[in-house]
């Protein structure tokens, strides 16, 4: 769509413009969940665009619009992922487009809607990707050896609880658990006083592999849907008293957010990073001549109760060692099967200097240094009442690429 303008009146500022075009599911009030694509301070209701005949030239079986998540439309593939987004492209470039004669029922403000989670998660599982992040925490705890032996061999992860997972605006509260005591050195039970965030992002399975069989790392993006902003919830000392040797457990089981927002990886094609060199030389498996990352700007933001915005931390995944075609094939090596909705999340990504940080507990050096927002205000760890926002975005000549917000408060423990 170079050089085409949109008839609809998108901000120079907005995340959506007509390049990004990203898919979530909303809902108006008193009305059921649809599928719908973010465009300026829009929505486009697809379902009503199917039943406008803006699809015409793919009918449909079914009406894969009107659903509580994107799961069926993913699956409709990338030939039909690819039609979608030509034709809302030409569309919305055209004033006599059948999108644009019915603009008033087609088209919804995103003021006035709920979004919902946008994909039912089967299973979901988090690395450890970033080589900043990785050795900072790695000195906290272990000087003479911040990164394991394997780190550098193989993208780490652990398996996570889909259960759990939220979407944006959902409070998460305070967790109960063991910690370790100071006092005594023995366990009790008592609710995290090390609760925090862990900036990242997830890729969205896309297509159904086979149990038994492995994905290459050349062939592991054509698995992938798109990408979404992910916070990994964590309770530091929680972690520290159960994750060996089996690794976190409670300590974030609890909670993992997500955007609203899917961007999808065509969307993002025209964004790409030259891949951080790795030493030593990666297994045959995880070689991809073709590796490249993804040049996305992150930001952390904290807002204490009743107070303003403060920012934490601004990053980019194109510091991530792992690529996510690399997380994808160690991830099915073993013949492991992925399903369309399942998520792999990068880990916490952080930068190589101060205020890059992807998580207070590198940020404070393991809950020694604070944090200061202010003259009044500091953070060691999240207090009751404390909302954060992350952001992500591209900025390009042709526009900007936005994943929206991730926005989600802290509540009290149960009493």
Known sequence: MKNKRPWLDIPEESDFSLQNLPYGIFCRPSSIPVLGVAIGNYIIDMNMACQKGVFQDFPLDQNVFERSTLNDFIAMGRPYWTYIRTVLQEQLCN??????QWASLILVKQAEVHMLLPIQVGDYTDFYSSQ???LAVGKL????????????????????????????????????????SDESAEPIYTPTRELD??????????????LGQPITSEEAEAYIFGVLLFNDWSARDLQRWEYQPLGPFTSKNFASSISPWVVTLDALEAFRSPPVKQFPKPLEYLEDPTRRGFDI???????????????LARTNSS???????????????SGCNLKIGDLLATGT??????????CLLEATAGGKEPVLLDDVHSRHYLEDGDEILIKGYCQGPSGRIGFGNLQ????????
């Open 349 to 358: 990504i952080s930068g190589p200097t101060k205020g890059m940080e992807g």
């Open 297 to 311: 700007e992150l930001s952390v933001s904290l807002r204490p109760k009743n107070g303003s915005w403060y920012p």
């Open 319 to 333: 510091y991530l060692y792992w690529t996510i075609s690399q997380q994808l094939a160690h991830h099915t090596v």
């Open 408 to 415: 989600t408060r802290i509540l009290p423990a149960h009493t």
């Open 132 to 134: 900043e992040h990785a």
């Open 95 to 100: 004033r006599d487009s059948t999108l644009a």
């Open 141 to 180: 705890f272990r000087p003479h050896q911040p990164l394991m032996p394997n780190w550098k061999h193989l993208p780490v992860a652990y398996h996570g609880r889909a259960s759990s997972i939220i979407s944006s605006h959902s409070p998460v509260r305070r967790p109960w658990g063991q910690v370790l």
């Open 197 to 210: 965030y862990e900036l990242e992002l997830a890729f969205v399975v896309g297509k159904d592999s086979e």
